[in-house]
T-cell receptor
């Protein structure tokens, strides 16, 4: 696609429910990143996928968080048993490090509100 | 681990002024450095990308410089406009891996 696409743009859920957030990166981009941005805070790295390599999960805050990337393209971030502190904007970005620039492109984000 | 700092955290200027935003980083072994702007409730929009071998990049009224030896980058905005009001973030791409390290941003308000 022309840009990084994320869905849903907004999600309101009840505490304890599971949620799935989707990211469709720019076509051909081998690297995909998930970040979390809480209100008034900076970006918190969650997870990184590069091609067929094992993902870097070092930023996932707990075992309730998981992500997968199917076919080297679309990625899904899953949060199980959501808590109120999970409320944040979840941003996805993609990059093609095989090119010279490695420029990072972001989607518009998925705003998650846990009641 | 790379640490990225942006000063000031907030800046307010009258329309028409030229201004400089600062970004500093602790590890000079970088792959690239990228400046973004973020409008409220939106994602990050890429403004300028500087490769580690470059010293500066320009786009319209924006000019970004990079000094790896001192661990600094500046974003210069000429003739500021109210539409420039946003949060500006810098991100440093690591050389050894594929990680990006973000500053906490500078919130810019341009007063008409």
């Amino acid at each position: 696609g022309a840009g990084v696409s994320q869905s849903p743009s907004n999600k309101v859920t009840e505490k304890g429910k599971d949620v799935e957030l989707r990211c469709d990166p720019i076509s051909g981009h081998t690297a995909l990143y998930w970040y979390r941005q809480s209100l008034g805070q900076g970006l918190e790295f969650l997870i990184y996928f590069q091609g067929n390599s094992a993902p870097d999960k070092s930023g996932l805050p707990s075992d309730r968080f998981s992500a997968e990337r199917t076919g080297g393209s679309v990625s899904t971030l899953t949060i199980q048993r959501t808590q109120q502190e999970d409320s944040a904007v979840y941003l996805c970005a993609s990059s093609d490090r095989t090119r010279v620039t490695g420029e990072l492109f972001f989607g518009e984000g998925s705003r998650l509100t846990v009641l | 681990k790379q640490e990225v700092t942006q000063i000031p955290a907030a800046l307010s200027v009258p329309e028409g002024e030229n201004l400089v935003l600062n970004c500093s980083f602790t590890d000079s072994a970088i792959y690239n450095l990228q400046w973004f702007r973020q409008d409220p409730g939106k994602g990050l929009t890429s403004l300028l990308l500087i490769q580690s071998s470059q010293r500066e990049q320009t786009s319209g009224r924006l000019n970004a410089s990079l000094d790896k030896s001192s661990g600094r980058s500046t974003l210069y905005i000429a003739a500021s406009q109210p539409g420039d009001s946003a949060t500006y973030l810098c991100a440093v791409g690591s050389k050894g891996g594929n990680q990006f390290y973000f500053g906490t941003g500078t919130s810019l308000t341009v007063i008409p």
